[in-house]
């Protein structure tokens, strides 16, 4: 596959299906390969296929039915392109952005944070409880606690790097197709316990701790989303980031 390096990689993906599609490769109801099979014949990540899919759900050319698999449900010349889809993000690239980001700036955070900061997040983790047993939906106090944590790096340039990607994701049409597709919302709570390790991490002041502990939050939050979306294969892979290979080199360099 030729990649455009002007273009999102998992657009690259998209335009391949739909190039399939508009050479006539699949007919309207077809049922579409598993998206193992489509990364293993791109040479892709399951991930950027799963980006790809939500792309052209969104678009309205392909159906997605939960334990059953992905239909053709329009030809790409019966649905005018969408121009804002370009610039939108694919929920797992953006993931990557935060696993890469957040990471860093918690165990910088843990040199830096004050006892205030400390105290705003314990309240901040208790808000967050409410919100999981009411029922309520709100992803208010996920979204400040992250906040928080690049608050306490004392740096303003990484709070609003922090803050920028939350806006793009509550922007983002594609990751508000994702979560239409899941239903059970228990992660919460497992996302709580991560966010409780990140701040034990913060206290002790240790910041490989607590680099890890906003790593292998991120990485449950995405290897959740890859499960709870998946519809046609559950043994999905883990493609991009099974462990952290910035601390794979770090541990080299000792």
């Known amino acids: ?12 993906v998209a335009e391949e299906l739909v190039r399939d599609l508009a050479n006539g490769a699949f007919a309207i109801g077809d049922k579409l390969p598993t998206e193992r099979k489509i990364s293993e014949d791109l040479g892709v990540s399951r991930s950027l296929v799963r980006d790809a899919m939500i792309m052209l759900e969104v678009q309205g050319l392909v159906d997605v039915r939960k ?14 392109p969408d121009s804002a889809l370009e610039t939108d ?19 910088f955070a843990a040199t830096m944070a004050t006892k205030a900061d400390i105290i705003q997040m314990r309240e901040t983790l208790a808000k ?26 004392q740096n303003s340039v990484l709070t609003e790097s922090v803050e920028h990607l939350w806006t793009l994701r509550k922007r983002s ?9 899941i239903f059970d919302r228990g992660y919460q709570k497992k996302w709580l316990d991560d966010h409780q390790a990140i701040l034990t991490a913060l206290q002790c002041r240790d910041p490989q701790m607590a680099r890890q502990a906003m790593w292998q939050h991120l990485e449950n939050v995405r290897m959740t989303l890859l499960e709870l979306s998946d519809v046609d294969d559950p043994s999905f892979d883990a493609y991009l980031f099974d462990t952290d290979p910035l601390a794979a080199v770090n541990d080299l360099k000792k």
Do not use: C
């Open 1 to 12: 596959m030729t990649l455009d390096p002007n273009r999102r990689r998992y657009q690259d």
């Open 128 to 153: 967050e409880r409410d919100e999981i047993e009411s029922g309520s939906g709100s992803h208010k106090a996920d979204e400040e606690f992250h906040r928080l944590v690049a608050q306490a790096s």
């Open 173 to 181: 049409r594609m990751w508000e197709q994702l979560h239409q597709r």
């Open 67 to 80: 334990g059953s698999g992905t239909y053709v449900l329009r030809l790409p010349g019966d649905v005018t």
């Open 89 to 107: 993000i694919g929920p797992f690239e953006l993931l990557q952005a935060r696993q890469l980001l957040e990471s860093n700036i918690a165990a």
